[in-house]
């Protein structure tokens, strides 16, 4: 181990300032190992991509990021998100089909994704930085997947351990429970052999670790859970009442990315009988954040999910910056925790829902691994089915139980709640990464 | 003054003024270019698409009606060895054997018959195997010849952009980029661009206009 603080280079394409979903995780691992003594260097996607090419940022998340972890942003090549014809090359803009076939073979030679060449790019500025003082572990998180190709061959080159994080499932659909690769894609391969090297292998919920556990039984002891979680430091829950507003109609939430997988119209045709049937007269359904996660899917997304066109009581609220979330949480009473619902996807939305104490009515199919989490929440509303009148009685229900507003089954939500936050979900991943440190070091 | 009425004034002499150039020179690409065109004409976008509707595009999808479609599919057909590989190994034995099974009778004019589903079948398997892999990686250069003589037919003094659909059509879009500095020329059709104007004209489709406008 390098001296009294442990080395730590943290892979993790999607950093602030970018606004994916998967920033969260990897924000809150990188302060929280700073926090707890690591030297973190984060190496991150470069401005470019998040800037002009995805065009999907939220700046105040920098703010958030621990004055000690060091952000690096390796370059890479952008070939394949090139559209201005202005910046192609003499050689791709006159033999485009040769340029196309050099750049596959160069995929097909290293890594079967676009981010090889940042993630080669990652491994020439861990290897400078290993040289100057060198690291005593490389975390990875996924996806793009190319960041554990990019531990793996640090390890190969430095003897560094690395481990891989799961935010979402490589080889896995988690919505189709069916394979995302054909038999004998080279991905098979490559997850096959950085499970055989890798230190430990996190994911997010128990279901997917069973489900990698079984594909890749030599690497199932070194398997673990790190539960997402809620931000205590981006969101005060303290500070967001409970009880609704006696002179206002309920406020029905959901705050979150809407997505194709989301079953939105069972939500929109819930709200409507529930309008209907004038158990919570007025009620609103306001919908904050954003629409898919890329800028260019808004619109085709905005009319496949029916919000194209004007519905009563329903007011799609735009996009809230996550350092103003809190303000979205006060102004609602109900939250809707609507999710595309598989067994592998637990969403870390999960978690600041149940943070604010408030009641959750769910909106997905049975069987969602958040579920699991929601069961002991004791204002949790869960319809029969996904059918519009089950899913207007629970809203009814939650209505009711907002009004109700009991201090006390609020501070027993909140009090649940607090067992999930980010810091309680990193601590034994953070412990156990300081022995694997500790035993190398010996 | 009437704030309303002089803003949709505004947006209508804006969406008169929007046109684009889509290139497409390979029919793979025709059901993005028509689910754009769908989503931008009602909106007065004006779009042209230029198309190489050369080999391979007998069974191509049609370019929707509302976008002004013009073709250097003749002039590619043209080109010296496109059009002496399409004589001479499927046009004129075609014909022949046609004939042949027309005019001769009985066993003969069978056997001219059988003859010709047997060129039929070795023609196509000739154009997968021994025609595209020697043409496809030429096509790119030998149609932006073809189009760079036609430049004046799109108009681009009065286009905001130029949309390339597909990698045959890049270098073209390459040369257009060059040689106009102020034309923006991309890859990407972005629907977004033009979600703030209103829908004025007909979401319903015309009949599509084949044969498109030779140039």
Redesign the interface.
């Known amino acids: 181990m390098s001296a009294e603080r442990p080395r730590l280079l943290y892979l993790a394409y999607y950093f602030p300032p970018s606004r994916a979903s998967g920033v969260f995780r990897a924000r809150a691992t990188a302060n929280h190992f700073a926090e707890q003594g690591w030297d973190v260097t984060v190496l991150r996607a470069p401005d470019r991509f998040f800037y002009d090419i995805i065009r999907s940022v939220d700046e105040a998340l920098v703010e958030t990021i621990d004055p000690r972890v060091t952000v690096l942003q390796p370059e890479m090549d952008f070939f394949a998100w090139e559209n201005d014809l202005r910046d192609y090359s003499f050689w791709r803009g006159n033999f485009p089909v040769l340029a196309q076939k050099r750049y596959q073979r160069r995929l097909d030679r290293t890594f079967p994704e676009h981010y090889v060449t940042w993630a080669e790019n990652a491994v020439k500025t861990g290897r400078r930085l290993h040289r100057e003082q060198p690291f005593d572990l490389v975390v990875a998180t996924g996806n793009p997947f190319a960041s554990f190709w990019a531990a793996w061959e640090l390890e190969r080159r430095t003897k560094v351990p690395f481990v891989i994080d799961y935010r979402d499932s490589w080889t896995l659909d988690q919505f189709g429970n069916t394979d995302k690769f054909p038999p004998g894609h080279a991905a098979w391969r490559w997850e096959a052999e950085i499970h055989r090297t890798a230190s430990a292998a996190v994911h997010v919920n128990d279901a997917l670790r069973a489900w990698h556990a079984a594909k890749y039984p030599f690497a199932a002891d070194r398997m673990q859970v790190v539960l997402n979680g809620w931000d205590p430091d981006i969101m005060d829950a303290e500070a967001i009442a409970s009880a609704p507003d006696e002179a206002r109609p309920l406020s029905f939430a959901f705050i979150g990315t809407l997505t194709h997988v989301q079953p939105i119209e069972s939500l929109l045709e819930g709200h409507r009988l529930l309008a209907e049937s004038g158990a919570h007269p007025g009620a609103g359904l306001d919908l904050y954040g954003h629409i898919g996660f890329f800028s260019s899917q808004e619109m085709k997304l905005r009319a496949e999910l029916g919000l194209d066109r004007e519905r009563p009581g329903v007011a799609y609220r735009g996009p809230v910056p996550k350092s103003e979330i809190g303000t979205a949480y006060a102004a609602s009473d109900v939250l809707v925790f609507l999710n595309g619902g598989s067994k592998y996807v637990t969403t870390g939305k999960v978690f600041e829902y149940m943070a604010t104490g408030k009641p959750i009515v769910s909106v997905h199919e049975k069987g969602c691994a958040a579920e699991e989490l929601l069961r002991d929440y004791p204002l949790w509303f869960e319809p029969a089915s996904l059918d519009p009148a089950d899913v207007a009685a629970a809203m009814a229900d939650a209505g009711d139980a907002a009004r109700k507003a009991d201090p006390d089954t609020a501070a027993r939500a909140r009090a649940y709640a607090r067992s999930f936050t980010r810091e309680a979900a990193l601590a034994p991943f953070e412990q156990w990464a300081r022995e694997l440190v500790a035993r190398k070091a010996r | 003054m009437d704030t309303k009425r002089s803003a949709a004034g505004t947006a209508e002499r804006e969406a008169a003024a929007r046109r684009e150039v889509a290139v497409v020179f390979k029919k793979g690409a025709l059901p993005r270019l028509n689910e754009y065109v769908a989503?931008v004409a009602p909106r007065g976008v004006e779009v042209t698409v230029l198309v190489a509707n050369g080999p391979g595009w007998r069974k191509a999808e049609k370019v929707d009606g509302r976008a002004q479609v013009l073709s250097i599919g003749r002039r590619e057909n043209r080109q010296p060895g496109v059009w002496l590989y399409l004589m001479a190994v499927e046009r004129a034995p075609r014909a022949v054997l046609k004939r042949l099974e027309q005019r001769l009778p009985g066993k003969a004019g069978r056997a001219a018959g059988r003859a010709r589903r047997i060129h039929r079948k070795a023609t196509g398997k000739l154009r997968t195997w021994v025609f595209w892999p020697v043409y496809?990686?030429l096509r790119?250069?030998a149609l932006r010849r073809i189009a760079g003589r036609r430049v004046e037919a799109l108009g681009l003094a009065r286009a905001d952009r130029v949309v390339?659909l597909d990698?045959?059509a890049?270098?073209f879009?390459?040369?257009?980029?060059?040689r106009f500095p102020g034309l923006?020329?991309?890859?990407?059709l972005?629907?977004?661009r033009h979600?703030d104007l209103p829908v004025t004209g007909p979401t319903e489709a015309p009949e599509a206009r084949d044969p498109y406008i030779r140039i």
Do not use: C, Y
Request: cysteine-free.
């Open positions: 989503e496809r990686p790119p250069q390339i990698e045959g890049v270098p879009g390459w040369m257009l980029a060059n923006e020329v991309t890859r990407t972005d629907k977004k979600e």
